[in-house]
């Protein structure tokens, strides 16, 4: 019920990328990007309040993820940043806001870095400018997952992920459709985007981002330690930053609401 309701929007493809393109008719577009293992279905939550505010929500797969293939030999992400900002041009945008949550959030930053006029507004959802950990229990689960992604590929760490990010046993139809999800990602983009998140060192360039910024936290998120989002807005001139209390990692799905009211407001400003 689930999975069908999150893939009956329809799709724009532009350079390869295919793209969630649900309201094409709204006058205001908006770049919802996705985390590791994800797809542009998974912002299908936000897609109604958007649309109702105006926005036309843009939600891509980036490539090796979903519908959009990689056909390169490496997958880097100022590469994929690139691509990105061309499927915008592509589409006509000349500058929209930006959303991104984890890895998403980190080619969000890239974006703001590398094409500043195409980046009007930024929101970073669950997601780091610098990804080290700062306790045992949280270095322990990134290099189990590195340990996985680099043996084993996507697969070997799919349930370790799913349960992670969706604990409660009444989400099991979550944590069958993202295991389903990161099943079906490119292995070798899998693993390379693992490394290169966990390499990833951006904090001397943040005082570069200029436009209004929002960083939004799930106050239970296990993933990216909350103490990472939080230097990561104090490092941002001007940076806003939300806690949403009970909400995990995957914040857009399990505090629906809540993320929404916050989004819209900042959006909307």
Not at 89 to 100: E, H, K, M, T
Not at 173 to 196: F, G, H, K, T
Not at 248 to 254: S, Y
Request: proline share 6%; hydrophobic share 45%.
């Amino acid at each position: 019920m689930l999975k069908a309701a999150l893939q009956e929007w329809g799709r724009t493809c532009i350079n390869q990328i295919s793209i969630v393109d649900p309201y094409p008719d709204r006058p205001k577009p908006v770049l919802l990007i996705h985390g590791l293992g994800s797809e542009g279905t998974h912002w299908g939550f936000q897609f109604g309040a958007l649309a109702q505010a105006g926005f036309r929500p843009l939600a891509p797969d980036l490539p090796g993820f979903g519908q959009s293939p990689f056909t390169g030999s490496a997958w880097r992400l100022e590469e994929v940043t690139g691509e990105l900002a061309a499927s915008m041009r592509g589409l006509g945008c000349a500058s929209l806001p930006v959303v991104g949550i984890s890895m998403g959030g980190v080619i969000a930053q890239l974006l703001a870095l590398a094409e500043p006029e195409l980046v009007e507004r930024l929101v970073l959802v669950n997601t780091f400018a610098c990804l080290r950990p700062k306790r045992i229990r949280e270095t322990v689960y990134l290099l189990s997952r590195l340990g996985l992604a680099s043996l084993s590929g996507p697969q070997a760490q799919a349930s370790l992920v799913a349960r992670r990010l969706f604990p409660q046993e009444e989400q099991e139809e979550l944590r069958q459709l993202i295991i389903e999800e990161i099943v079906n990602a490119n292995r070798l983009v899998y693993r390379s985007a693992m490394w290169q998140l966990a390499l990833l060192d951006l904090r001397s360039r943040l005082r570069e981002i200029s436009m209004p910024v929002l960083v939004i936290t799930g106050e239970r998120d296990s993933t990216v330690p909350v103490e990472n989002q939080s230097e990561l807005a104090r490092s941002i001139p001007g940076a806003q930053h939300v806690v949403i209390p009970d909400a995990g990692h995957a914040v857009v799905v399990d505090q629906v609401e809540r993320f929404n009211r916050v989004l819209l407001e900042f959006l909307c400003q």
